[in-house]
């Protein structure tokens, strides 16, 4: 089993920054990744990051967001960067420990999840 811990989450005007973290603990997991959720929508992907430090951003939010991590401590971090009000959402983190044969960019390709972390962005 992997237990996620996001921390970092919280209210920034927009244009401003937030920084977010997600550290697992359990097992060692190869790809993580960080995905939203606003209300009445699906679950869309963010950011993912494998363990040869490839990573991989939406449309959305290249640019602006940054996903990194550090293998030795477990843990992925998500820099948010010239925040805009679609940015409000949940954010959940997640992680495998192998690969499940879906692209990174799916919910399906990863096997633990975070309690998710508020971000809200006000305009």
């Known amino acids: 089993q992997v237990q996620l811990v996001e921390s970092g989450g919280g209210l920034v005007q927009a244009g401003g920054s937030l920084r977010l973290s997600c550290a697992a603990s359990g097992r060692t997991v190869i790809a993580m990744g960080w995905f939203r959720q606003a209300p009445g929508t699906e679950r869309e992907f963010v950011a993912g990051i494998t363990s040869g430090d490839n990573t991989y951003y939406s449309g959305s939010v290249k640019g602006r967001f940054t996903i990194s991590r550090d293998n030795a401590k477990n843990t992925v971090y998500l820099q948010m960067d010239s925040l805009k009000s679609e940015d409000t959402a949940v954010y959940f983190c997640?992680?495998?420990?192998?690969?499940?044969?879906?692209?990174?960019?799916?919910?399906?390709?990863?096997?633990?999840w975070g309690q998710g972390t508020q971000v809200t962005v006000s305009s």
């Open positions: 997640a992680a495998r420990t192998r690969f499940l044969g879906t692209t990174i960019t799916s919910p399906r390709a990863y096997e633990y």
